[in-house]
């Protein structure tokens, strides 16, 4: 049997398809509220969950969830507070978090390899488990931003303009960076929580390039991040001994970059000169 | 008429001195009236306060009879900020922009319709971009993304429209036009407050000029407005 029709290969499809899609859906609002970076901050806060999930001896995934969950809406209630400034609260998560899950690890003696595989991602080692647990998590993020996509946009537009509104402007951006951490912890074992911020962002930037609206953004975003993640995942398969998290991201750079000179041969015009 | 702006005695300040200083301000439903004052005299203090983006320190403020905090108030009112506030790498479609002045009034499971691009088509008809719907907003002029500001305000037909320098950047010829637009919704029984560095735009159509001062609120003739600020 070919190593592309494998039932570990087949397994990695489903779980970089699932995260293709969703990543990009969530990374559109944090793209266009300049929030590009908060998936790293949430990535190192989920592998502190992971050291406490260890330590506690439950499911990586599930400490990882918790902890990216419950820090991503503090940090948020705080940045929004203005107790705390963005860049410093995320620098704060950034290494805060990073410590604590070292510490943690090292005092349960599982500072090993598999450390490796939770900050960088194993998608070829995954279990039916493990892509029932990634695709349900992707498939509640991709649930919860469909209804609530118009609301998402026009606070991601302009937020005084929504609040001045009425608009639950608060309670959206909660839900944004909750969705944000689920995201990151179905991401885990794709791309490994030090890269899966990645596919948040370029995708999205990507089709920025190519699109005149929002909506047209998404949805190259979304065709980008799956076609990212498959074609990267086949090359992986294709050499025998790349790590795909790696081929995958930069997968999604060389779309970047095609899509960045196909859309600054297409919008060679100038602005409208007419008020 | 019924009062649709009311201020009392209100007091704001950034700083150590008030920018609102014991403020009365009444406005009733259909009327149309200008804010004016000088550049740091507090004209959008007074939208903010009305939006319920800042809160007075002193004084009552009461909008379409409620509170401006009451999110079903927020609802009613219209507002155009005084140009982009949007700052970003990606795309918007005016389309979209405009769109979101629906958003507020909408169910959230609502997925737009045809209903939705009948009015979003009508609103940007009334700023004279019916045909720009589907282009980026950030390839326009400063003077149209005002426009799709403006339109974004009117869409929803509210009851109260706040705008803040709603002509800023838009071309002398086509200003008649929006003023026109602005009293024939005010003329429908929507209220309409434009804070504006010269009334002049709205010269013909508006019921009032208010211009603020010293922290206070004083009503001006038009007359009265050029000699105050030819001689200070």
Redesign the interface.
């Known amino acids: 049997m070919s190593v592309f029709a494998e039932s570990w290969a087949v397994r990695a499809y489903v779980a970089v398809a699932a995260v293709g899609v969703a990543a990009p859906l969530i990374g559109?609002f944090l793209?266009?509220r300049?929030l590009a970076l908060i998936g790293d901050g949430i990535g190192h806060l989920a592998f502190a969950g992971v050291a406490i999930g260890t330590a506690l001896a439950f499911a990586p995934v599930w400490g990882a969830l918790a902890t990216a969950v419950v820090g991503a809406l503090v940090l948020e209630r705080l940045r929004t507070a203005g107790r705390i400034a963005g860049d410093l609260a995320l620098a704060l998560v950034f290494y805060g978090a990073l410590a604590l899950a070292v510490v943690l690890l090292t005092a349960s003696h599982r500072f090993d390899s598999s450390a490796l595989g939770v900050l960088f991602g194993n998608v070829l080692t995954t279990s039916w488990g493990d892509i029932v647990v990634a695709t349900s998590l992707c498939a509640v993020v991709v649930a919860v931003i469909v209804?609530?996509y118009?609301?998402l946009?026009?606070v991601a537009?302009?937020e005084?303009?929504?609040?001045?509104?009425?608009?639950?402007v608060d309670a959206l951006n909660l839900l944004t960076v909750a969705l944000t951490a689920i995201l990151v912890a179905a991401g885990m074992r794709v791309v490994g929580l030090l890269l899966v911020a990645s596919l948040l962002v370029i995708p999205?930037?990507a089709g920025?390039r190519l699109?005149?609206?929002?909506?047209?953004?998404v949805a190259w975003g979304v065709a980008l991040g799956v076609m990212s993640g498959l074609g990267g995942l086949l090359i992986a398969l294709a050499q025998g001994t790349l790590a795909p998290s790696g081929t995958i991201v930069l997968t999604a750079i060389l779309a970047f970059v095609c899509a960045a000179f196909a859309g600054r041969r297409a919008a060679r015009?100038h602005?409208?000169?007419?008020? | 008429m019924q009062l649709t702006v009311e201020l009392s005695a209100v007091r704001f300040s950034y700083g150590a001195s008030p920018v609102l200083d014991g403020a009365d301000l009444e406005i009733r439903a259909g009327e149309f009236v200008v804010l004016a004052g000088h550049n740091g005299s507090g004209k959008s203090t007074v939208l903010k306060v009305c939006l319920g983006l800042l809160r007075a320190q002193a004084g009552s403020v009461r909008v379409l009879g409620g509170s401006p905090w009451d999110a079903t108030v927020r609802r009613r009112v219209g507002y155009a900020p005084q140009g982009l506030r949007v700052v970003t790498s990606i795309p918007v479609s005016v389309g979209e922009v405009v769109t979101a002045g629906l958003t507020p009034t909408t169910p959230t499971w609502h997925r737009g319709g045809s209903d939705d691009g009948i009015r979003v088509r009508s609103a940007l008809g009334a700023v004279g971009m019916e045909d720009l719907a589907r282009e980026c907003l950030f390839e326009l002029s400063g003077g149209q993304q005002q426009r799709a500001i403006l339109a974004r305000a009117l869409v929803a037909d509210p009851p109260l429209l706040l705008l803040d320098e709603p002509t800023t950047g838009i071309d002398q010829s086509l200003r008649p036009r929006l003023a026109a637009e602005l009293r024939a919704r005010a003329d429908a029984g929507a209220t309409v407050l434009a804070v504006s560095h010269d009334p002049d735009d709205f010269h013909a159509v508006l019921d009032r000029i208010i211009v603020i001062s010293d922290g206070t609120i004083r009503q001006m003739t038009h007359e009265q407005f050029h000699a105050h600020f030819e001689v200070s």
Request: glycine share 2%; hydrophobic share 35%; charged share 25%.
């Open positions: 559109s793209v266009q300049r209804p609530f118009r609301q946009l026009a537009l302009d005084d303009t929504a609040r001045a509104a009425g608009m639950p999205v930037a920025s699109a005149h609206s929002f909506r047209d953004t015009r602005p409208r000169s007419s008020s």
